[in-house]
């Protein structure tokens, strides 16, 4: 989640000037009952994410507080999870697995990018750039890529080819869970729980978005200074507000999250952390109660934890908006977003050329 409102932020700002306004208080009667109507007769595991986002417009606080009694309502929101919760804990099974992957190659550092099914040129394009550098000052490099199931439109011929590209690269991790923006935290925790069970031997894990550029060179030199222990470093948000604004991509209501202000997480797009953390971040997540927004669901894992993420070792290493390319300044990034993924791959190869970058 990025405070600083994204495009998709704006894009939502602009649409308050048109929200309804309760006029009368019969018409406000009338909406309550239909909504309550609503929360009672429909089944949210069936919701798909368009549904999910316009329930929670309807769901203002002012709704939630003026009823007599919303219990019914926000019953059916945390069993099944509802918009603001995702099933988890929850037994996934692995569809597609690489359990030796971590045994073969013994990494210091495991890469893992999240990427939609239906991707597959975002992961070519990392296979031909950034995730070529499997071997660092001496230290080894390993990447994967973690999916969920693509959507049952798509699943026959789509399954059959990430098979094919799964036997070809054996980089390819797939859970059992559909594969969308809302079920991003149980991606996450699926992650953690694949390192816990398959790479308790490597040092570190990033977790790295597929339209991130990544200075791996710059990654493992920050690593060799790095804690080993209950460390987690990356765009660290401090006092990140709680967007109670139900447009926002990232509302939650007061009932699900009451203070006004996170603790500290790192930006999801790329976060490091050391290997000791993904076991005790599945525990936490047994006591926590799992949001949506999964780099605010592991900040609020880590305060459970009683952990506090990391500074990164100087600042700009991580960058959540893109940085124009320029060799120099791109030698000591780690990450930043790109506009393109063509840029990325010409970044990427520019960057690789001999001679000193500055
Ligand atoms: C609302 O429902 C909850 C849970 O069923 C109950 O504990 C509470 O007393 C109710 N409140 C009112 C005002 O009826
Ligand atoms: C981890 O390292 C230990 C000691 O070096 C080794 O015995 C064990 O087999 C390794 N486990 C994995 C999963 O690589
Ligand atoms: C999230 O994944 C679960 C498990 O596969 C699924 O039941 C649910 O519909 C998914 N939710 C969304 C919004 O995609």
Redesign the pocket.
Known sequence: MVQESGDGEKRSQGLSNSGFEWRSPRLLVCSILLVLLLFYYIDYTQFSEKWATTISLVLTETFTSQT?????AL?RLSTPPGPYYVAYPHKYEFVLNEPEKCKQENPFVVLIVPVAPGNAAFRDAIRSTWGTEKLVEDKVVSLLFLLGLPCPKEQENLQESLLQESEKYHDILQSDFLDSYHNLTIKTMVMLEWLTAYCQNASYAMKVDSDVFLNVKRLVNMLLSAPKENYMTGLVTRGGMVMRDPRSKWYLPKQVFAPARYPPYTLGLAYVFSLDLPAKLVEAARHVKAVYIEDVYLGLCMKHLGISVTNPSEGGLFNVYPVQYNRCRYSKLITTTTRSLRGQIRSWKDLQTPGSPC
């Open positions: 007599t009694n919303t219990s019914l019953g």
